[in-house]
Nanobody, 125 residues
Framework: QVQLVESGGGLVQAGGSLRLSCAAS????????MGWFRQAPGNERQFVAA????????YYADSVKGRFTISRDNAKNTVYLQMNSLKPEDTAVYYC??????????????????WGQGTQVTVSS
């Protein structure tokens, strides 16, 4: 079992930066791949970024590549999403998720067994 709690969301102007954190509890965090997804009003939840259990592999949606960076600290049971050069279209609720198949960096929601409650990110123009 893995419990996930996101933090770090807020209101920022376009071009600004935010760093999201996702704190995990449970013994299995270091064996899980982790992902970030986002959901804007009226839209489906979409993949943003993923990182393998060791941190050695990462994968990004094209829309955030070069602007967002996913990382993890297994000693702190925490995964991060550094978001730079934010755009109004990045506005969404951001969710972190855990995939028990820790070797992969999946873009598919169905591969993630555990989800946090989400944190709101709003980017003003």
């Amino acid at each position: 079992q893995v419990q996930l709690v996101e933090s770090g969301g807020g209101l920022v102007q376009a071009g600004g930066s935010l760093r999201l954190s996702c704190a995990a509890s449970g013994r299995t965090f270091s064996s899980c791949a982790m992902g970030w997804f986002r959901q804007a009003p009226g839209n489906e939840r979409q993949f943003v970024a993923a990182i393998s259990r060791s941190g050695g592999n990462t994968y990004y949606a094209d829309s955030v590549k070069g602007r967002f960076t996913i990382s993890r600290d297994n000693a702190k049971n925490t995964v991060y999403l550094q978001m730079n050069s934010l755009k109004p279209e990045d506005t969404a609720v951001y969710y972190c998720a855990a995939d028990l198949a820790g070797w992969r960096t999946s873009t598919l929601r169905r591969n993630y067994e555990y989800w946090g409650q989400g944190t709101q990110v709003t980017v003003s123009s």
